[in-house]
């Protein structure tokens, strides 16, 4: 099946969408999103998030995927986007494998779960079209209440995805850890990215659920306050693997 939509197009039709309203309008939007923290409700919030945050999220993501070993983007693999929102975390996936020319069919299935209905629609309306081959599956539930047998996954190695999820007060990790221990012998690589927020504890919130998970090791580690690099954004990513002998694992 063609792909008909990349991460660029999406965001270039939400920003169309969001530039069209009212100055007034967007303002009001804007100021609705609590920085990128708020419950969003309407379809125009949803576009408001993805013109404000979109390219932050997409550094920090292809920041994260440019760390993850070659080997596993070289066989097929699934995806398990936890707390997906609108899905922007597998569409930068899809756009980090285009550009550095692996095959996006490696992508078998794709499961979604976020437990906002609106953007559980959009992020799985977006990957239809972004990751036309691939098997989509959607969960409108928080990640506490996942349960091993809501995830079908299609291959031995599997990509957790956890972008703006592991910094939030409410996230208990439950539903991934009975996952991780009823899976028996696949290959799991964890990728988390976050805001980092040292100053509140939440920026410890990542390593103590790192901490929490037997038989996993660091492939990669990054933390940058707003205040200590170029960009205008804070960063924090940890990606996890529980196979050790990899030697394809950038450095």
Same mark, same amino acid.
Request: proline fraction near 3%; aromatic fraction near 10%; glycine fraction near 6%.
């Given at each position: 099946?063609?792909?008909?939509?990349?991460?660029?197009?999406?965001?270039?039709?939400?920003?169309?969408?969001?530039?069209?309203?009212?100055?007034?309008?967007?303002?009001?939007?804007?100021?609705?999103?609590?920085?990128?923290?708020?419950?969003?409700?309407?379809?125009?919030?949803?576009?408001?998030?993805?013109?404000?945050?979109? #390219?932050?999220? /997409?550094?920090? %993501?292809?920041?994260?995927?440019?760390?993850?070993?070659?080997? *596993?983007?070289?066989? +097929? !693999?699934?995806?398990?986007?936890?707390?997906?929102?609108?899905?922007?975390?597998?569409?930068?996936?899809?756009?980090?494998?285009?550009?550095?020319?692996?095959?996006?069919?490696?992508?078998?299935?794709?499961?979604?779960?976020?437990?906002?209905?609106?953007?559980?629609?959009?992020?799985?309306?977006?990957?239809?079209?972004?990751?036309?081959?691939?098997?989509?599956?959607?969960?409108?539930?928080?990640?506490?209440?996942?349960?091993?047998?809501?995830?079908?996954?299609?291959?031995?190695?599997?990509?957790?995805?956890?972008?703006?999820?592991?910094?939030?007060?409410?996230?208990?990790? #439950?539903?991934? /850890?009975?996952? %991780?221990?009823?899976?028996?012998?696949?290959?799991?690589?964890? *990728?988390?990215?976050? +805001? !980092?927020?040292?100053?509140?504890?939440?920026?410890?919130?990542?390593?103590?659920?790192?901490?929490?998970?037997?038989?996993?090791?660091?492939?990669?580690?990054?933390?940058?306050?707003?205040?200590?690099?170029?960009?205008?954004?804070?960063?924090?990513?940890?990606?996890?693997?529980?196979?050790?002998?990899?030697?394809?694992?950038?450095?």
């Amino acid at each position: 099946m063609l792909k008909l939509l990349n991460f660029k197009i999406i965001i270039e039709q939400a920003s169309g969408r969001y530039n069209a309203l009212s100055e007034t309008k967007q303002k009001e939007l804007k100021e609705s999103l609590s920085n990128g923290k708020a419950l969003l409700k309407s379809s125009e919030q949803l576009d408001a998030y993805l013109y404000h945050y979109s #390219d932050m999220h /997409r550094k920090k %993501l292809l920041r994260a995927y440019s760390h993850i070993p070659e080997s *596993i983007f070289r066989q +097929p !693999f699934s995806v398990i986007d936890w707390g997906c929102g609108q899905g922007i975390a597998s569409m930068v996936l899809d756009e980090f494998l285009v550009k550095q020319k692996f095959d996006t069919g490696m992508i078998t299935d794709v499961t979604l779960i976020e437990p906002s209905k609106l953007c559980l629609r959009r992020a799985a309306g977006y990957l239809e079209w972004s990751l036309p081959n691939a098997l989509l599956t959607t969960i409108n539930r928080k990640e506490e209440g996942v349960e091993p047998e809501d995830l079908c996954v299609q291959e031995k190695t599997v990509m957790h995805i956890l972008s703006n999820v592991v910094d939030m007060p409410e996230f208990s990790g #439950d539903g991934i /850890r009975r996952f %991780l221990n009823s899976s028996g012998r696949l290959r799991h690589i964890i *990728i988390m990215a976050s +805001p !980092f927020y040292p100053e509140d504890g939440r920026g410890k919130r990542m390593d103590d659920f790192s901490d929490s998970l037997n038989g996993f090791h660091s492939i990669y580690s990054f933390q940058r306050h707003i205040d200590e690099w170029d960009e205008d954004f804070s960063c924090q990513i940890r990606i996890l693997d529980n196979i050790s002998n990899d030697s394809s694992i950038h450095r």
